[in-house]
């Protein structure tokens, strides 16, 4: 079974462009979460897809938006960026909702310069 | 906000020798997780333990929960250098919601 495919590996952007972040998960998840890592503020839960709906949702300004495919395949966007948004963007997918282990990808790491 | 905060925030250990990380949450829990993660990667599950177990067993992990205390602990025994991560324990955010909640994470380094 393939693993959790996060793209781009790597990003870089200047402050106030937007960035689109694309999560893949494995095969027969329906539940996609986003997180954010940074060596200050550790890890944040950014929102939490099922079946393309968002059920829950961080505690992030506006700039930071998502969305869930029918295939489940997932994205994330943030507009307006800025240099506090540089972290690593981490993906995890789950078989169901809630009460079982999460599979990540390797994590989109976002430079913002 | 982090639901569980790890003790200790750094470990320095000789291979072979046992190292045990504690972990302290705040609300009720279903289960409690643990994870690892090498330098800058994504994290991977290690084992997850529900409220009503008091210890569980993978390998050379060995996990305990006092659901009284709100606490766990995560021991891995006869560490190698390729252990050598940062261990984060996570709670899932309640009822049916999705999201995990971590803490900050020990960071483990084991000496060859």
């Known amino acids: 079974k393939a693993g959790v495919t996060q793209t781009p590996r790597y990003l870089i952007k200047t402050r106030g462009q937007q960035v689109t972040l694309s999560c893949s998960p494995i095969?027969?998840?329906?539940?996609v979460s986003w997180y954010q890592q940074t060596p200050g503020q550790g890890l944040q839960f950014l929102f939490e897809?099922?079946?393309?709906?968002?059920?829950n949702k961080g505690n992030f300004p506006g700039r930071f938006s998502g969305r869930q495919f029918s295939n489940s395949r997932s994205e994330m966007n943030v507009s307006t960026l800025e240099l506090g948004d540089s972290a690593l963007y981490l993906c995890?997918?789950?078989?169901?909702?809630?009460?079982?282990?999460?599979?990540f990808g390797q994590g989109t790491r976002l430079t913002v310069v | 906000s982090q639901q569980g905060e790890e003790d200790p925030q750094a470990l320095s250990i000789q291979e072979g020798e046992n190292a045990t990380m504690n972990c302290s949450y705040k609300?009720?829990?279903?289960?409690l997780q643990w994870y690892r993660q090498n330098s800058g990667r994504g994290l991977v599950h290690l084992i997850l333990?529900?409220?009503?177990?008091r210890e569980k067993h993978s390998g050379r992990l060995r996990v305990t929960l006092d659901t009284s205390k709100k606490s766990s602990s995560l021991l891995i025994t006869a560490s190698r250098a390729a252990d050598t991560a940062s261990y984060f324990c996570?709670?899932?955010?309640?009822?049916?919601?999705?999201?995990?909640?971590f803490g900050k994470g020990t960071k483990l380094s084991v000496k060859p």
């Open positions: 995890a997918t789950r078989d169901r909702p809630a009460n079982t282990e999460a599979f």
């Open positions: 095969s027969g998840h329906r539940s």
């Open positions: 897809y099922f079946s393309e709906t968002q059920r």
């Open positions: 609300t009720s829990i279903n289960n």
């Open positions: 333990i529900r409220s009503n177990e």
């Open positions: 996570a709670t899932d955010g309640g009822g049916s919601q999705g999201n995990l909640i």
